[in-house]
């Protein structure tokens, strides 16, 4: 079993994450996705979406998408608390946050990364006024988060679930687009600086 990814890249951090909270190790190979290795045959081969991170199993099955592999992982290596939720109202929960905070927000932010910093000009068409219209999108949602961690500890709720780690990655992320957690979202600003302190988000 392999995974494909670049270490520090949001989705691959995704997966490490959870992995960490899992106390599951997978051998690793680095992908040159700014140099293009990921547009390669060979690479598309593997990953339907042509992105990292990609899983490969024992048998040569690939999965991408960063959920998705979380998601093998939470039902191949079952421990007593899933980090996807533990009884139907949890689950649904949780299914809920993850989803605003990845179409709401992770998707959201990167559109705007790539369209305004034109990163991926070589392979993509980049627009930049479509980056600022995503990032004034992002500025607007990311109070959801702040007035949500006002009533709950997490995220989805009283536990640390996947869409807490989709939130970390979203904050940590939103600095190369200069938006920055400030006073005015005093919650997030509590709930990032004690999640920051778990182990698997500190690595
Ligand atoms: N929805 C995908 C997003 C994957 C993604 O955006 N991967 C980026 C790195 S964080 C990538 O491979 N970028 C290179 C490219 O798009 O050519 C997931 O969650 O896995």
């Known amino acids: ?22 106390g599951i190790e997978v051998e690793r190979q ?13 690479f598309k081969a593997k990953s339907l979406n042509g992105q990292i991170p990609v899983l490969e199993l024992d048998d040569g099955t690939t999965i991408c998408e960063s959920v998705a592999i979380c998601r093998y992982f939470d039902e191949a290596y079952p421990t007593e608390y899933s980090l996807f939720g533990n009884n139907a109202l949890e689950k649904a929960q949780v299914e809920m946050w993850q989803r605003l905070v990845e179409l709401r927000g992770l998707l959201v932010a990167m559109q705007a ?6 990163i991926y000009q070589d ?29 709950t500890p997490y995220i989805a709720g009283n536990n640390f679930s996947i869409a807490d780690i989709t939130t970390v990655i979203l904050c940590d992320f939103i600095q190369n687009l200069e938006i920055q957690i400030d006073d005015s979202l005093p919650n997030l600003q509590r709930w990032y600086q004690h999640v920051s302190e778990r182990p698997s988000i500190k690595a």
């Open 1 to 22: 079993m392999k995974i494909y990814e670049l270490g520090p890249a949001p989705s691959a951090r995704r997966v490490s994450i959870f992995l960490a909270e899992k």
């Open 113 to 118: 990364f790539r369209n305004i910093s034109g």
């Open 123 to 151: 392979r993509e068409n980049c627009i930049a006024e479509w980056g600022e219209e995503s990032r004034q999108r992002l500025i607007e949602f990311i109070p959801t988060l702040d007035k949500q961690l006002a009533v």
């Open 30 to 42: 680095h992908i040159d996705i700014r140099g293009g290795e990921n547009l390669s045959e060979d």
